[in-house]
């Protein structure tokens, strides 16, 4: 694996940084000062999510991995896998100078953390997952489908159905199919967000990437088994689930938690899939208190 990069000052306490990993040029967005959090994912849409408060205790990179990023024609979709992947993290790892990280993602990001920490444990001091499946697709959609059945209140269903009928499905067509896989998220706000309502078009704003590339990465969850060889994991692990997550809800976590070893387990109110955004004082003050209580 070949790594080289060049890093720009971007502004008082944040830099950005681009570095190429096998021919693949990857984003960094590091901002803050304190703990050294590594956030895997998009380095434009992560650090959106994360409050200017944690940015005073925290250092937070955030780095691409190859499917929030346009690789490129010759790009081998095949490199979309775990194994590959905790080569980039490692790479990025190394990249950024550090011997040891708190290693953190969000939704199945989180699963490429835990992946990582269970390949390359001494390297990783704490795991953070947020609104991160702990099982495969299917079952991870099919107790959505429960959860959003049981626990979604009338006007929250009926406004999914209305903001759904109300996409211009001609308008849609027209777009790009990244486009279209935006539009359809945003659309889908009531699944997402505590604020059935809430615009996150603003999120999106810059990414580029391609939907072959987000495809090989959902089919790495096809037959996803977060117990596989959970005994190489030696961090301690926070999870943080919203309470309004009907996408990946927190009920998920109910029968896997039993056998996984030092976890503390949050659920978060008034918060869906990205409580990091929608809570960030009760966000920031959990993953603090918890890093201190586990230094």
């Known amino acids: 694996m070949q790594v080289a990069g060049t890093g720009n000052q971007a502004g008082v306490g944040m830099t950005s940084d681009s570095f190429q990993v096998d021919g693949v040029t990857l984003g960094m967005k590091i901002e803050g000062s304190g703990t050294a959090l590594l956030v895997v994912g998009s380095s434009i849409f992560y650090p959106r999510t994360f409050s200017e408060q944690l940015k005073r205790s925290c250092q937070i990179a955030c780095a691409d ?5 346009s690789p490129g024609r010759d790009f081998d979709l095949s490199r979309i896998h775990f194994y590959h992947y905790t080569n980039y993290i490692d790479a990025v790892r190394h990249h950024v100078e550090l011997e040891r990280v708190v290693i953190m993602g969000h939704s199945h990001h989180g699963n490429i953390a835990l992946e990582y920490a269970k390949r390359f444990p001494h390297h990783v001091s ?109 961090a301690p692990i926070l999870v943080v689930m919203g309470r309004d997550d009907y996408a990946v809800p927190h009920t998920l976590w109910k029968n896997v938690l039993p056998g996984m070893p030092n976890v503390t387990f949050q659920v978060l109110d008034k918060s869906g899939h990205t409580p990091q955004l929608e809570q960030p004082e009760n966000f920031d003050s959990l993953l603090l208190n918890w890093l201190n209580d586990k230094a």
């Open 126 to 234: 704490h795991i953070v997952l947020i609104g991160t499946p702990p099982a495969d697709i299917t079952r991870t959609v099919d107790e959505a489908g429960r959860y959003w059945d049981i626990q979604a209140s009338e006007a929250r269903k009926s406004l999914l159905q209305t903001r759904r009928s109300a996409m211009d499905e001609k308008a849609v067509q027209s777009l790009s199919p990244e486009q279209a896989y935006i539009t359809q998220y945003v659309t889908d706000a009531p699944l997402y967000w505590h604020k059935p309502d809430y615009d996150a078009a603003w999120l999106w704003q810059g990414m580029r990437f391609e939907m072959s590339a987000i495809h090989a990465f959902r089919d790495l969850y096809c037959d996803y088994q977060i117990t596989e060889n959970i005994d190489r994991l030696q």
């Open 65 to 69: 991995l190859p499917h929030f990023v």
